[in-house]
């Protein structure tokens, strides 16, 4: 859990808070903007698909997404036995880009495990 801590760490400060006017909230942290916290794993591939890299480190454990429109890392914690997710991380998809928000990512992820892109045609080898 160590390392999955150590990585969102780095993930959140590397994100660029300047380039999108944000500022570090002071006080408690909000709570998560997505409804996916909560989630074990089964709904979170039944939602998104299979993770792009998936990283399993003592009791939790990290997701990451490469979708069209954002980088989406999804962190898990061991909570009563099960884990669920803790905690969502996006990213831009390209460098300088400004992401979307959680909810926007998320959707945009979902939409494209709905209605994934049709497979090439092949065609006959001459």
Aim: a positive charge; glycine letters at 8%; aromatic letters at 2%.
């Amino acid at each position: 859990m160590k390392t999955v801590s150590l990585v969102m760490a780095l993930i959140l400060a590397a994100l660029p808070m300047a380039a999108s006017g944000a500022t570090p909230a002071k006080g408690p942290a909000a709570p998560p903007a997505h409804t996916m916290v909560g989630l074990v794993p089964e709904q979170v591939r039944a939602a998104l698909g299979e993770p792009d890299v998936a990283q399993a480190d003592g009791a939790g454990a990290l997701w990451t997404y490469r979708l069209d429109a954002c980088a989406l890392m999804i962190a898990f914690r061991d909570t009563a036995g099960a884990l669920r997710v803790s905690d969502l991380v996006v990213g831009p998809r390209r460098r300088g880009e400004t992401p979307p928000s959680s909810p926007a990512c998320v959707a945009s992820g979902e939409a494209a495990h709905r209605n994934p892109p049709p497979l090439p045609t092949s065609t006959p080898h001459r």
